[in-house]
């Protein structure tokens, strides 16, 4: 396709527009901009999708700094300077994905996180903290959080976890509501299981990874993946860690948890789930 026909991709092509000077760094409207010099004849125009970041961050410098770099890649940012108001705009406002610190006051991040699970907001969510011991992302991740990462780091590595995180959501969104397994039902939206009128308690992490079964479609799940894709940042030293998760989902939902009926051993892979 020449660059005087149109092209709907990731981006828009106006034809026969020639200038040596650079685009306008912004459009002005609906989040539509123009960038780069223009040798050839046509314009283009990139779309962004605008995707909604809170920013909960008790240090104004910090703050500022996640929001102007977030801003630059397109993306919409909202700030909080604390963990209460944080919580309440999470609430009201929806995000697409939170970059959430640790120590703060009135909440700590760890909090803010698990009362956003406990209320079932499914948005993402990235802790950034100085505490990079084992014991305290562990902490993050079972409160709720889907990744961690320890200050200072890089804001390519931030870019790359967000943009992951963010096609995570996306992946999510075309997944499966609704499971039924037997005479049980699961809600993933809901984070529900229900067999009958009782309630079976699964925890997050094993929400997440039935998820990530039912996106595969009954094709198999390595260790890896569930690593990678559940806990985001890998805080454990062997893939046991996924095993043991898989032997307490099938305590939970299977009749025989030793010959197990849905969720199923791919020898020398991983898992899958078979309805």
């Avoid at 802790?127 to 961690?148: C, F, H, N, P, S």
Wanted: with cysteine.
């Amino acid at each position: 396709m020449t660059n005087d026909e149109w092209r709907m991709t990731n981006e828009i092509r106006i034809p026969n527009f020639q200038t040596g000077r650079p685009a306008p760094d912004n459009a002005g409207w609906f989040g539509i901009r123009a960038s780069g010099f223009f040798r050839h004849s046509s314009l283009v125009i990139r779309i962004f999708l605008m995707e909604r970041i809170l920013i909960i961050e008790d240090e104004a410098p910090m703050r500022t700094a996640l929001a102007d770099l977030l801003a630059a890649e397109g993306y919409r940012t909202l700030t909080a300077a604390d963990g209460e108001s944080g919580l309440a705009r999470a609430l009201d406002e929806k995000p697409d994905l939170i970059l959430l610190d640790v120590m703060m006051p009135k909440l700590d991040g760890f909090a803010v996180c698990a009362e956003l699970r406990r209320l079932t907001c499914d948005m993402p969510v990235l802790m950034l903290t100085a505490k990079g011991q084992i014991e305290d992302r562990v902490t993050g991740l079972d409160a709720g959080a889907d990744d961690y990462l320890v200050k200072p780091f890089s804001t390519e590595e931030l870019l790359a976890r967000v943009r992951a995180l963010l096609r995570r959501r996306e992946r999510q969104a075309k997944s499966p509501v609704k499971l039924k397994l037997g005479d049980t039902e699961i809600d993933l939206a809901r984070q529900t299981a229900l067999r009958g009128k009782q309630e079976i308690h699964l925890t997050a992490k094993e929400f997440a990874m039935l998820r990530l079964l039912a996106e595969a479609e009954g094709e198999p799940v390595t260790r890896e993946k569930f690593l990678d894709l559940v806990w985001g940042y890998t805080a454990f030293p062997t893939t046991r860690t996924v095993d043991n998760h898989v032997a307490s989902l099938r305590a939970k939902l299977e009749k025989n948890p030793d010959d197990p009926r849905w969720l199923r051993t791919v020898h020398g892979v991983g898992y899958k789930l078979e309805l």
